[in-house]
């Protein structure tokens, strides 16, 4: 069964702090995702990665951040929270083109800056 | 880049009747079309998905049709259950070789299933 992990479920942190939120995944996936998900807006791609230490901007990455050194890992980070930054945040990941497509989610990360 | 825009935000219906959820998409490039179920305070969940080549695909109760030409999709469940209450989610995404998974998302319909 495939797992992502994100560290964190619950967070608070205060305006300009910088907040990592860690995702793990067990399935020797090659690409992730962090997205986020707001009321009325669904789920944004914040940025994704196909490889170890690649990254590219998603839709929204105005803010944030991104590290993956390690294949299994891949790190969002928020340099300055601000209060408009509170949301759930979601990480995925995917197997390559060979093994399929079907993107896993984690339980999600609920991040309040205040 | 894609816009997906998926109607209506909310749903709800007697159990036992049918449910249908649409997605439309502006990339006529996009080939692959999944659909994500979220019950509350838990991960979104693929639940059924299809691809450009196919028109329609079933599984149990639920299939998802598509409509290259319109450039739309939908969801249908039959015979609702109150299990199937959530929020569903539609998406689209260009699959080749030099792309990987960046799916777009809709912004998602509420459906309510009332016993």
């Known amino acids: 069964d495939v797992k992502v992990t994100q560290s964190s479920r619950y967070l608070v942190k205060r305006t300009g702090e910088k907040v990592f939120l860690e995702c793990v995944q067990d399935m020797d996936h090659e690409n992730m995702f962090w997205y986020r998900q707001d009321p009325g807006l669904g789920l944004r791609l914040i940025y994704f990665s196909y490889d170890v230490k690649m990254k590219e901007k998603g839709d929204i990455p105005e803010g944030y951040s991104v590290s993956r050194e390690k294949k299994e890992r891949f790190s969002l980070i928020l340099e300055s929270a601000s209060t408009n930054q509170t949301s759930m945040y979601l990480c995925?990941?995917?197997?390559?083109?060979?093994?399929?497509?079907?993107?896993?989610f984690g339980e999600g990360s609920w991040l309040t800056v205040v | 880049g894609e816009n997906v825009e998926q109607h209506p935000s909310t749903l709800s219906v007697q159990e036992g009747d049918s449910a249908v959820i649409k997605c439309t998409y502006s990339d006529s490039a996009s080939n692959y079309f999944p659909w994500y179920k979220q019950e509350l305070g838990k991960r979104p969940q693929l639940i059924i998905d299809?691809?450009?080549?196919?028109g329609e695909k079933k599984d149990q109760r639920i299939a998802v049709t598509l409509n290259k030409t319109a450039k739309h999709f939908s969801l249908h469940i039959t015979e609702t259950q109150p299990e199937d209450s959530a929020v569903y989610f539609c998406?689209?995404?260009?699959?080749?070789?030099?792309?990987?998974?960046?799916?777009?998302f809709g912004t998602g319909t509420r459906l309510a299933v009332r016993p």
């Open positions: 995925a990941s995917s197997p390559d083109r060979v093994r399929g497509n079907t993107i896993y």
């Open positions: 998406a689209a995404s260009v699959r080749g070789e030099s792309s990987g998974d960046k799916l777009t």
């Open positions: 299809i691809r450009s080549n196919v």
